[in-house]
């Protein structure tokens, strides 16, 4: 998505400075967070899709345009974090074990297991329990199509379905400049 957006005309705020942003989410301190978004046009991933954050740049920006991205079904968006999570932070590819998650030192030492505890809540034994990252995502997700369910500046889509490209520039009323979305970060492999 960061591309597209970027090529349709929108300055990215900066990815790495929002997550440094985790330890006042974790607060539910949203102030800096919206102060973050005075800096750019248009943002993603953390912590703007952490859950509640939508809320409070909504109080902070009701004219804003707010896009919630997702994927074919919980399973794949699974599948996804598995697979994000042990090419970038595992062990040999392996899926990261709580202690690598407190040593890793994506944007500082701990980090990682930092936000999966403000996130997830899951077990220390079991970080990537199933069921508890799988309700996360369908509760975030469908806490935000209730929010916002009768504004007009809500757009949900899936950028591997057909037309998504095409939805998202009339939604941000932006001429495209390609016929669909580029595939950047490809995390998620369809079976064959």
């Given at each position: 998505?960061?591309?597209?957006?970027?090529?349709?005309?929108?300055?990215?705020?900066?990815?790495?400075?929002?997550?440094?942003?985790?330890?006042?989410?974790?607060?539910?301190?949203?102030?800096?967070?919206?102060?973050?978004?005075?800096?750019?046009?248009?943002?993603?991933?953390?912590?703007?899709?952490?859950?509640?954050?939508?809320?409070?740049?909504?109080?902070?920006?009701?004219?804003?345009?707010?896009?919630?991205?997702?994927?074919?079904?919980?399973?794949?968006?699974?599948?996804?974090?598995?697979?994000?999570q042990s090419k970038n932070i595992g062990k040999n590819?392996?899926?990261?074990?709580?202690?690598?998650?407190?040593?890793?030192?994506?944007?500082?030492?701990?980090?990682?297991?930092?936000?999966?505890?403000?996130?997830?809540?899951?077990p220390e034994n079991d970080p990537y329990n199933k069921?508890t990252l799988i309700a996360h995502y369908n509760f975030?997700?469908?806490?935000?199509?209730?929010?916002?369910?009768?504004?007009?500046?809500?757009?949900?889509?899936?950028?591997?379905?057909?037309?998504?490209?095409?939805?998202?520039?009339?939604?941000?009323?932006?001429?495209?400049?390609?016929?669909?979305?580029?595939?950047?970060?490809?995390?998620?492999?369809?079976?064959?």
């Amino acid at each position: 998505m960061e591309k597209a957006l970027r090529e349709l005309g929108f300055k990215m705020g900066d990815q790495s400075r929002a997550e440094w942003l985790l330890p006042y989410y974790k607060e539910r301190n949203f102030s800096p967070i919206i102060d973050f978004c005075r800096t750019a046009d248009a943002f993603q991933d953390a912590p703007f899709s952490y859950p509640y954050t939508f809320i409070a740049l909504y109080q902070a920006f009701p004219d804003a345009k707010f896009i919630l991205s997702v994927r074919n079904n919980d399973e794949e968006w699974y599948q996804s974090v598995l697979r994000f999570q042990s090419k970038n932070i595992g062990k040999n590819g392996a899926l990261p074990s709580a202690e690598d998650l407190k040593n890793a030192t994506y944007r500082y030492k701990g980090f990682m297991w930092e936000m999966f505890q403000a996130l997830y809540q899951t077990p220390e034994n079991d970080p990537y329990n199933k069921e508890t990252l799988i309700a996360h995502y369908n509760f975030h997700n469908q806490m935000a199509r209730d929010f916002f369910r009768d504004k007009p500046n809500f757009l949900e889509i899936n950028v591997s379905e057909e037309g998504a490209y095409q939805k998202l520039c009339g939604f941000l009323n932006v001429s495209p400049v390609r016929q669909e979305f580029p595939w950047e970060n490809k995390s998620f492999a369809p079976n064959p």
